[in-house]
């Protein structure tokens, strides 16, 4: 079986696909007494080989857990883990005009999403999708091997509900239902989960590379990363914004910047216009496109500009990181240096400048899981090739570049006063690897960093037996 990514053949024993949190639980006791080691997914999306392990024997496939609706009893939001990012805008928003903070690929699946966090274009606003996790639902094995399901709240069962906020899928057991709530709410359904924008305002600016040489874009990158220190506090005028600053390949041939903003925010207009102007400051060169339209919400989260469908016919590998400060010049140069190599002509292959700040900074880092709440930008750096292709030249090309941009700290991006380790949803197996992380920090420190012990003290109560792991699982103290 193939999740999206096309690197990894899983051979399970067997795939079960429970229709309700009963059959999940039957599922996770029968494999637990076979001696059977279980692995759980829901959209499939998972970039390192954890679902397609070779020791992984059953697979729980949740896709057909996909509800999304209101639970009255509990005066929240419900959504299954095997619902779709896409299926939860349409869902909310058509039925009661609500949405939740979540990422641009529409076909991601909210178990994983949610329990690493989530974030996405209106997350500078509202935060992260787990900001809002009202309560969980949760199949796990007890120290004798029963499997049963358990509810976790913030009043009930609160550190399971707590590693739910950010911890990452796959640790404590098998989540069934999510239920979903804006913290301290009160009302009707129209006002338990934040309310889209109606319309966006759109912006698309794109330099071609033979347009930048090294100044022009080190100045890129300095003025977007300036502009994001400057702006990333919650509470700024300017939390209705985001960007996203895709660099490319020379193969790919360009430089492309997204940006958005609530059109009825106060504003709106100037705003853009200013950041505009900001990002473009003393670059010499103006984009060799630009344009800018109005779109209604819903259709600008489907629309090519914004949202990401992906190519789910690739093999493909990621690093990220998270920035508290903007790249250095120095990094800029190296940016500059691997994007342009001569030697790797893959055009699908880049690096990803996306916005943080605003509301998911609202929280200390030990509100939720997340222990990365002071960052301004996530960077993603990623490469797709073909599954007929070998696989060695493009991991070469990322492994050099991401060492090389972090060389000044071992290779990774430590949490310092200007990096500050990087997101679960992107895990890297690089990081456990000595040749690929000389920081002398472990994989853990750079995800969970001080959360980490209290993350193992909910692993060693709710799954003691570990049935739940991947080589990036929260390990028993």
């Given amino acids: 079986m193939r999740g999206v990514n096309q690197r990894w053949v899983g051979k399970p024993d067997y795939v079960r696909v429970p229709t309700s949190t009963e059959e999940v639980v039957d599922a996770v006791g029968a494999a637990v007494r076979e001696g059977r080691r279980i692995a759980v997914r829901s959209g499939g999306h998972c970039v390192e080989e954890m679902v397609g392990a070779a020791d992984v024997q059953v697979v729980i496939d949740l896709s057909e857990l996909n509800r999304i609706g209101f639970d009255a009893e509990r005066d929240a939001f419900f959504a299954e883990p095997g619902a779709t990012v896409g299926q939860a805008y349409r869902t909310l928003y058509k039925r009661w005009g609500v949405t939740i903070p979540a990422g641009s690929c529409p076909s991601v699946g909210l178990g994983g999403h949610i329990a690493g966090g989530g974030y996405g274009p209106l997350s500078r606003k509202f935060g992260y999708v787990s900001d809002h996790l009202h309560a969980v639902e949760v199949v796990v094995v007890d120290a004798d091997g029963t499997a049963r399901a358990v509810v976790a709240s913030r009043d009930e069962n609160h550190d399971l509900w707590w590693a739910h906020t950010g911890g ?25 989960l934040p309310a889209p924008p109606a319309r966006l305002l759109v912006q698309q600016d794109v330099w071609v590379w033979d347009m930048l040489d090294e100044a022009a874009f080190t100045r890129l ?25 895709w660099c490319g390949t020379r193969a790919s041939q360009f430089v492309a910047m997204s940006t958005q903003i609530d059109s009825a925010a106060p504003n709106a ?23 800018r339209q109005e779109l209604p919400w819903l259709h600008a989260t489907s629309w090519g500009g914004i949202a990401d469908s992906g190519d789910h016919t690739l093999s493909f590998k990621i690093k990220a990181a998270d920035l508290r400060k903007r790249c250095t010049d120095e990094q800029a140069a190296k940016l500059y240096a691997h994007l342009l190599r001569e ?41 797709h090739w073909d599954a007929s292709e070998q696989a060695e030249p493009h991991l070469a090309w990322l492994r050099e570049f991401y060492a090389d941009v972090y060389a000044g700290t071992g290779g990774v991006p430590v949490p310092d006063e200007r990096t500050n380790g990087s997101y679960v949803n992107n895990p890297d197996f690089d990081v ?13 420190e750079l995800y969970h960093q001080h959360n980490y012990p209290r993350l193992q003290r909910v692993k060693a109560r709710w799954d003691p037996g570990d049935v739940f792991r991947n080589p990036f699982s929260v390990r028993l103290p």
């Fill in 168 to 192: 990452g899928g796959g640790n404590f057991g098998v989540v069934t239902r999510y239920w979903l709530r804006i913290p301290g709410a009160v009302g009707t359904p129209e006002a338990l």
């Fill in 221 to 245: 990158l300095r003025n977007h990363g300036e502009w994001y220190e400057r702006n990333s506090a919650p509470g700024s005028p300017y939390e209705d914004l985001y960007s996203g600053l």
């Fill in 269 to 291: 207009a100037g705003l853009l216009d200013d950041y505009v102007t900001a990002i473009r400051r003393d670059l010499g060169v103006a984009p060799a496109l630009s344009s």
């Fill in 343 to 383: 030697d790797y002509g893959n055009h699908r292959a880049g690096v990803m400048f996306v916005g943080c700040g605003g509301r998911m900074n609202a929280l200390s880092p030990t509100d939720t899981a997340i222990a990365q709440r002071d960052s301004i930008l996530k960077l993603v750096y990623s490469t």
């Fill in 432 to 444: 456990q690897d000595e040749r690929w992380n000389g920081s002398g920090l472990a994989w853990h």
